[in-house]
């Protein structure tokens, strides 16, 4: 039996450009959808705001400063012994409107000295190419993803791309967690997974549908591309595995869980095995949901499937039918709610953590579709504290990432998984996604910089980089 990681295993670490770059409005790159957010907090949600306003906080405008500060932060990644670096094309810097006809050569020019440092360290890029920067544009004229012609938009940036920098990227993955705009849970990942903004009298399973399936064939058409322009490109999807446990064993339960995972599955089911699954095209049947589609991009979607599963895991969700037990309701399962898992608990922001989770869900990707995986995202936000002395002591980061990287030990070492590598997330501090803050903090590398945008935007290790930079040295075999 092997005993430890191979040789090779990716240990790397996540963001993605919105998040970390700033220079918003730096050499040509057009306004994002990211731009237009404002900070919210711990429970308070962003706003979208028509465009660019003034007087409004915007907090991925300077973000932490990446666009300038990239040489020393690689040194950084560099002294932990990163192999792998995930982050994003912010396609603005681009295509600055979306619709251009020719990519702006400023933003391609960053992304050629970003990936010839990282390499010049020895640090492998791993790319997504649409991590919630989708240039506004595309919504103003077109609606964003849910409009057909933006697939071709999507097509000509990812091929700009690919083309470019086919000698230095070999990693890539087209849609950041495509399936989160699957329920109604979280209605701002219909804005950031597809530029859509629902209007009145709209039929909103319709719109997140036909917007998925868009862009799932618009990642048929660049993964088959890709593998024109460069046939070693390895090209993935990008999930959000977040687990539905039946709450009992009811039966009901566990059905009532099945039905929301294939919420979930229809993503990965298409890109993987490049079919829509039965089970959607009943529902859709059922619902009278009229999604557009023709005989050819059906073609595409059997040409274009992917190599890898890359995939985000945070936390599991429980779900029941119990009438006495209170909860959010759920689509698919009329009498199914969403409710908290008495066996575990949640961050300071709600998060339920479960390690677990992560060896099950590696086990029940691997057992679906025997392909390679990529956890490329997993990770504790925190409120850090920086002590007298200057250091910062993070044992919740170090227990929430040693937990979890041992089921993930388990799922290859016992169980026999595919795994190519572990990216954690937000390995430098950076604008949490949901709230905005800076101070929703997951790095082992701190910022200097608060909720309202003050500090001197300095970088400090934590005693989880220490921690992490062992693990690594090790290939894991201290965990
Ligand atoms: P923040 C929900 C569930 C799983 C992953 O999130 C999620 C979300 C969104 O809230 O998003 C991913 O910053 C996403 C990243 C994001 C990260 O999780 O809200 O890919 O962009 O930053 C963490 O704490």
């Known amino acids: 039996m092997e005993q430890s990681f191979s040789k090779d295993f990716l240990w790397g670490g996540a963001v993605a450009a919105h998040q970390i770059e700033g220079g918003w409005d730096e050499d040509g790159k057009g306004v994002s959808i990211a731009d237009v957010m404002t900070a919210g907090g711990n429970g308070i949600p962003r706003k979208i705001t028509d465009g660019v306003l003034e007087g409004e906080n915007y907090p991925n405008h300077e973000a932490i400063d990446f666009y300038h500060r990239y040489k020393e932060d690689i040194a950084l990644f560099k002294e932990l012994g990163l192999k792998a670096f995930r982050t994003s094309i912010n396609w ?5 409107n979306g619709d251009d006809t020719e990519p702006n050569e400023a933003g391609l020019a960053f992304y050629d000295a970003l990936f010839d440092e990282l390499l010049k360290n020895g640090i492998e890029p791993i790319v997504t190419l649409s991590h919630f920067e989708i240039p506004y544009n595309l ?27 086919k000698e230095k990227v070999k990693y890539w993955m087209t849609f950041n967690e495509i399936n989160n705009q699957q329920d109604g849970e979280y209605d701002v990942h219909l804005w950031t997974n597809s530029a859509v903004i629902l209007e009145e009298g709209d039929n909103k399973e319709k719109i997140i549908f036909q917007a998925g399936l868009n862009e799932l ?13 460069n046939p070693s490109f390895q090209i993935g999807c990008m999930m959000a595995y977040v687990p539905v446990y039946p709450y009992s064993s009811n039966p009901d339960d566990l059905m009532a869980a099945n039905k929301l995972m294939h919420r979930r599955f229809f993503y ?30 059906l073609q595409v979607l059997k040409e274009g499937t992917v190599d890898y599963v890359g995939f985000s895991y945070y936390m599991s969700n429980a779900v ?6 209170k909860g959010n309701a759920v689509k698919d399962y009329p009498s199914a709610k ?17 390690p677990v989770g992560l060896r099950y869900t590696l086990n029940l990707i691997y057992e679906r579709y025997q392909v390679p995986m990529f956890i490329v995202e997993n990770g504790f936000g925190a409120y850090d504290k920086v002590e007298e002395d200057g250091k910062i002591c993070d044992p919740y980061r170090i227990d929430y990432l040693k937990y979890h990287m041992s089921e993930m030990k388990k799922a290859v070492l016992e169980d026999g998984v595919d795994l190519m590598g572990y990216t954690p997330w937000g390995i430098i501090d950076i604008v949490s996604f ?6 929703k903090r997951y790095g082992m590398i701190y910022v200097d910089k608060d909720n309202q945008g003050n500090g001197t935007l300095e970088r400090r290790k934590k005693e989880s980089f220490t921690w992490y930079k062992n693990i690594i040295a090790t290939n894991g075999e201290e965990l």
């Open 92 to 96: 603005a810097r681009i295509f600055p």
């Open 139 to 165: 919504y103003k004229t077109y609606g964003g993803f849910k409009n057909k012609k933006v697939i071709d938009y999507f097509v000509r940036y990812g091929e700009t791309v690919m083309e470019r920098y």
């Open 268 to 297: 990965s089911d298409i890109h993987v095995r490049g079919e829509i699954p039965t089970y959607t095209l009943k529902k859709w049947e059922k619902e009278g949901l009229n999604i557009e589609y023709t005989d050819e991009e």
């Open 338 to 354: 969403l409710v908290s898992n008495p066996y575990i608990q949640s961050s300071e922001w709600g998060w339920p953590i479960d």
């Open 434 to 439: 949901g709230s905005g803050e800076m101070e």
């Open 217 to 229: 064939i618009a990642s048929a058409k660049v993964v088959k591309k890709g593998h024109e322009i």
């Open 320 to 325: 029941t039918t119990l009438p006495d037990v």
